[in-house]
């Protein structure tokens, strides 16, 4: 058995936290499924989207740089702007040319920001 800390993948706790915000936006979107309509649930859905694809590639840059030492400034300002330019565009996509309504995708992608402060701690 090798020892080094370095072999093991990094536990950077994504997976709670996509858990968590697929628990919270499953919820949104039957709440809006119910009380709305199926279009306004599927708003929620892309809302919640939105937040995880950011989980999940945040998580993929934190991996890259923990192998690479030396660049996790430069890998960390790359990240926050391809959040940054990955949600305005999701959201653009979302609003503009998918015409969902934007109420549902705006709470459910705050109430998955909650999940990914729920998950983080």
Do not use: C
């Not at 706790?13 to 915000?21: E, F, P, Y």
């Not at 989980?55 to 391809?82: C, D, H």
């Amino acid at each position: 058995m090798n020892s080094d800390k370095t072999s093991k993948p990094l536990d950077t706790g994504a997976s709670k936290i996509l858990a968590v915000q697929a628990i919270l936006i499953t919820g949104i979107a039957w709440f809006f499924y119910f009380y709305q309509n199926e279009l306004a649930a599927q708003s929620a859905l892309f809302g919640g989207f939105i937040v995880m694809f950011n989980v999940w590639i945040t998580n993929r840059r934190i991996r890259s740089a923990a192998e690479k030492p030396g660049t996790e400034v430069r890998i960390f300002y790359l990240v926050a702007m391809q959040r940054f330019i990955f949600t305005l565009s999701f959201f653009i996509i979302g609003m503009g040319l998918l015409n969902l309504p934007p109420v549902p995708m705006l709470v459910a992608f705050a109430v998955a920001h909650l999940g990914y402060l729920t998950g983080h701690s």
